[in-house]
């Protein structure tokens, strides 16, 4: 699959503890976005990442975290976790440059429910 | 700050009949909107920007700049097109990408 994947699908966690998720982008893609899809919150964007660079940051809390490595996959790391944490967390990639919105392409998600 | 507005969560309509999907946003400068839908177990696609003026799978979008509209239409709704919809432009003018998506509008087409 030359799309976008992310893992682990499911993710049942405890309050208080860290979880990483991971996302590896579609061939060639550089920029890679990470969102939060909720019920009451809808669909927020947290971090995007450009090429190992963080390039802007949304609704993303400060118990959360992402980075990008070399060989472009990014991973989405949340700690303290509490119920409200739990959503469904979207990867997208694209390749983008400043001053245009390129086509963005979703993984499957993963799932993360905090008990 | 930018803004996206779907009013409806959602949307029952009979196949055949004509579906419309309603957006309004809010933004400073020439927008860049676009459709992105969610079928059932799918992840997340682009269905149609503004800028192509495409029709993709019946569906058309017109920009309305007066209004800061960016409607979703189809005339003759099928049982695939139950799904999601959001509607999403990007969040800043010096964005790199990312989209401020609506709070989406869930589509049902019954036989």
């Known amino acids: 699959d030359s799309g976008v994947t992310q893992t682990p699908k499911h993710l049942i966690t405890a309050t208080g503890q860290r979880v990483t998720l991971r996302c590896s982008p579609r061939?060639?893609?550089?920029?890679v976005y990470w969102y939060q899809q909720s019920l009451d919150q809808g669909l927020q964007f947290l971090i995007q990442?450009?090429?190992?660079?963080?390039?802007a940051k949304g609704n993303i809390l400060e118990r959360f975290s992402a980075q990008q490595f070399p060989d472009l996959h990014s991973e989405l790391n949340l700690s303290s976790l509490e119920l409200g944490d739990s959503a469904l967390y979207f990867c997208?990639?694209?390749?983008?440059?400043?001053?245009?919105?390129?086509?963005?392409?979703f993984g499957p998600g993963t799932r993360l429910t905090v008990l | 700050a930018q803004r996206v507005t779907q009013p409806e969560k959602l949307l029952s309509v009979f196949k055949g009949a004509p579906v419309e999907l309603k957006c309004n946003y809010s933004?400073?400068?020439?927008?860049?909107l676009f459709w992105y839908v969610q079928y059932s177990r799918q992840r997340l696609q682009l269905l149609l920007r503004?800028?192509s003026r495409e029709s993709i799978k019946g569906f058309t979008a017109d920009l309305n700049k007066g209004e800061t509209s960016f409607h979703l239409k189809k005339p003759f709704a099928q049982e695939e097109d139950s799904a999601m919809y959001y509607c999403a432009l990007p969040m800043t003018t010096d964005s790199w990408g990312k989209l401020q998506f609506g709070a989406g509008t869930q589509v049902v087409v019954t036989p």
């Open positions: 933004y400073s400068g020439s927008p860049e």
């Open positions: 997208a990639s694209s390749v983008v440059l400043a001053g245009g919105s390129g086509e963005q392409f």
């Open positions: 061939s060639g893609d550089l920029s």
């Open positions: 990442y450009y090429n190992g660079e963080e390039r």
């Open positions: 503004h800028i």
